[in-house]
Structure formats: structure tokens, C-alpha cells
């Protein structure tokens, strides 16, 4: 009886129940993206495009479509990164998650040079959010509409 | 006491506490999204808008704003889905989710003929975003600050 | 064996173990997010800017960037919010969630003027995510990957 009890204290926040590797993976993640819009904003400068202008030099574009492309992929990342992690595996999924950081941060350093050099980057990152997606349906599946006892 | 015991054991993974509808509604949402990524990267080639370029061409910028457009509303409508579905309904929230995709589909099936075309869709996805906003608001004044009991 | 029972009932859903203010916060940036989108949508009309173009106009351009930009920021915000929300506190999360909606408003003010004027609101903004993601950490690294008893 007192180990029932203790167990169900232990519920009294939901952080408890809450994946631990991938939040820390998703603060990675969210702190390189914020380094990339300091990219951006250095760009702004460097090569004179003036607010509210976004576009007008070459080399500032790339850096734009950098950060821009990362918050495109935002959606297509955080959401089967967090349902692998919760549907599957804490830890899959922050491994993935670092890779997917990976990938991005090659993407950075190779568009900031030349429109090809994005590609291998890019490629990384896109294999690391479809085997988050394959793991989340995975999980979801192997669950069921009735893992909840009551 | 043994019925105690294993739905307490049943609390182990946070996937049992978590939508079942909710999460595959949302990788079908994600999965279209990626589909209208696919889409811009096409349009790229045939309509020879060379990266890091976004415009440039008005048949281009149409197939460009329906996946900027969508990924505009993806807080609008991935925050309300997702507390509609933890404090209101799974099933609910879920089905707001699909006329939601629904009405992505048609936005993009309309824009990519002609501007005009794309208010039918745009509609109906605006309309599955308010009907989970007022969910997610009743489910979370229902519930009040005091749901949990420790 | 009462009081037992009625605690595991309470965890028939996970509306109760998730939390109030910070979902209600949620739920009022995402509106406020919404309500910009209404001025673009306006400022189209009123500066003569016809989709699918979202430039050449400067005033246009600013109330365009306003909520770019927030949206840009989405992922800053939105993930520290709630990780910090979760491995933290309810409250904690739901006062920075306030200041930084306050924050984006007199950005919005500001940047619908000049660009000179949307940096206060812009300070506040960047502060209150943080804090927020200063919080999440803290709350991750306080709980430990062994929080979860079983």
C-alpha cells in the first residue's frame, strides 16, 4: 500500500512522465536556430540590405533561405520528433534529433558558400525527419486507440 | 487492490495517456505539408526560379505562397488541435484536423489555378482552426486551474 | 483505499496532469498571432500589394515583416514556453508567456511606424524567451533523465 501511494505522488507533475533526451535535443535544436537568425541579422549589415528588404544581394539571400528553409522544416521536425518520443522511444528520437542538427548545421555552412553545396546537408536532415515520422507512426500503431486502460 | 496495481503500471509510458486520432490527424497534416514542399521545389525547375530566388515568376509565387501560407497557420492551427485534443477531445479534435487537411487541399488545388481560387479552401481551413480554438478554450475552462488533485 | 482510487480516476485524462496557465497564455499569443495576420491581409488591400506578391511596398513590407518575424520566432518561443511549463513551473512559464505577447505588441506598434521603433518591443520579446529557455533548463537538468519512478 505504501508503494502505490508513492507511486502516485510521484505523478504530481507531469515532467515526471515527460522524455528527458529529446528536450534536451529540442533546446539543441531551437538554440542553433537562433544562431541562425543572428546569421541573418549580421547579414542585414554586411551586405547592406535594409529592413524591412529581405532580398536584393545574392549572398544575403542564401543566408535568408538558411534560416528561412530551417523554419520551414520546423513543423516536419518538432512534431515527429516529439510523437517518436512519446509514442516510441525517448532515446531514438534524440539521436535523430541530432542528427537532424547535424544535417543543418552542414546546410548552414554549405549554402553560405554556394547553392549546391546546401545539398548534402540538406539530405541529412531530410533522412532524419522521415525515420522520426517511420518511428512515430510506428509507435502510434504498436499503441492503439486503446493503451489507456479506463 | 490488483486492479490498482496494473493501471498504475499502466502509467509507465506517456504514450498512454496521449491522443490516439490527434497524433495520426497531425502526421497526415505534417505529411501534406512535406507534399506542398515538394511542390515549391518542382516549381523551382519548371518555372526557372533559381534558388536563393523566391520570386521572380507569378505562376512560381502562387505554388510558393500556398506552402509559406500553410506553414503561416501552422501555430494557428497545430497549438489549438493539440489542446483541443488534451483538454477537450481527442475524436474532436481530430476531426476539426482532417476538415483542416481537407481544406489545405483545395487551398492548394485552387491557388495553384489562380488567386481567387484559393478562398474556398482557405476558408474551411480557417474555419477548422476557430471550432479548435473555442474547444480548446472550453476544454481548458471546464478543466479550471484545479483539475489535478495534488 | 478511497482517497487511492479517486487519485488514479483523476488520471483518466491528461487534460489533468498538463498545464492551465500557461495553455490559456498559449492560446492568447496564438491569437494575437492571428490578429496580425488580419493586418497583412489588410495592409494587401490598403498599399495595393496583390498576392501572390508580398513586396514592393515599404509600409507594406514593415506590417509584413511584423508578422514574419513572429512567426520566424515561433520556435523560440512556443518550445521554451512549454518545456518550461512542464519540467518547471506552470506559472513561471505563464508570466514570461504575458511579457512576451506585451513585447510583440509594441513591436507591432513600433515596426507599423519605422523600423527604428520596433526594436524596444523586439528586446522584450528576445528576454522573455530567454528566461524561458533558461527556465526549461533548469527544470530539465533539476529533474534528471530518472524522474520517472518505474
Known sequence: MGGSTSAILAFSNIGD???????????????????????VALAHGKF???????SGDV???RIFRVHMNTLEWMPTFLVPLWLCAFYLSDIA???LGL????????YF?????????R????FIQSA???LLFIGAIVGIVMRGPHGFPF
Not at 522524455?19 to 539543441?28: F, R, S
Not at 545539398?119 to 540538406?122: E, Q
Open 99 to 106: 542528427a537532424w542538427i547535424v544535417g543543418r548545421a552542414l
Open 128 to 130: 532524419a525527419c522521415i
Open 17 to 39: 512522465l515527460l522524455p528527458y533526451y529529446t528536450a534536451i535535443v529540442t533546446l539543441l535544436a531551437v538554440a542553433f536556430y537562433f544562431f541562425l537568425a543572428t546569421r
Open 48 to 54: 547592406n540590405v535594409k529592413l524591412p528588404a529581405t
Open 119 to 122: 545539398l548534402p546537408g540538406f
Open 59 to 61: 549572398d544575403f539571400e
Open 93 to 95: 528520437a534524440a539521436v
Open 109 to 117: 555552412a554549405g549554402y553560405s558558400k554556394a547553392v549546391e553545396k
